[in-house]
């Protein structure tokens, strides 16, 4: 019995590590841990059920600073998450990692609900607005990488100049267009239904997973 609940993980992994988009998912987050940690041991410093120790660490003025660790991390997984998704996924297809990155956190803001004043609503910056992230990361990358294919799109600078700023020049059209592209794609959907595309993916398909999930038949197809 147990080599066979062995050998479905196995092969269950391996059917991930071939598919570059569930890889690019599970590495991204993988990469998401040390910083997970580090918020949770700042969160459980900061709350840690002992009176004399949170007087204590209320009078020197610290317990601030063990929250804000939690703040910055376990409450912006998402971020991170969409940064570090859309940097492997680039890897996976050969293009440059770091501007793919940034995309993708652009993407993920621009389909992100916002506040009355137009700023961005923390909520969604946590575990909330995840599968959100991971959804914007994958397409807008997937669409950088197929306009950094296509050489005319591409500014070419004279032997010159620094290979940095070269690079920097190179992909300034792909990035340009697929953050055009996300910024339609998030309008359209607000105008057609009234919600951010988030909201869309929270209401119809992490919502319903996530009750599915939650009960034992749902246990059982995801285990099939």
Known sequence: MDNK????????????????????????LMGTLPILIIGSIGCLLGVFPFDPYLQFIEKIGVKTYFLAASTVTTSCLSIYAAFLIGYRLAGSFKCDQIPAGLISVFA?????????????????????????????????????????????LKIKMPEQVP???????????????????????????????????????????????GAVGATIPGVMIIYL
């Open 5 to 28: 609940y062995v050998n479905k993980a196995l092969e269950l992994s391996s059917k991930v590590a071939s598919n570059v988009y569930l890889d690019a998912i599970s590495k991204g």
């Open 108 to 152: 993920f803001f621009i389909t992100t609900p916002l506040t009355k004043d137009s700023g961005l609503m923390m909520e969604f910056m946590g575990a909330k607005g995840l599968f959100g992230a991971m959804i914007a990361a994958l397409i807008a990358t997937r669409i950088y990488c197929a306009f950094m294919n296509v050489d005319k």
């Open 163 to 209: 290979p940095g700023v070269a690079r920097a020049f190179e992909v300034l059209v792909p990035a340009t267009i697929t953050l055009i592209i996300t910024a339609c794609i998030g309008s359209a959907c607000y105008n057609l239904t009234g919600l951010y595309l988030n909201d869309v993916i929270k209401n119809g398909i992490q919502g319903p997973l």
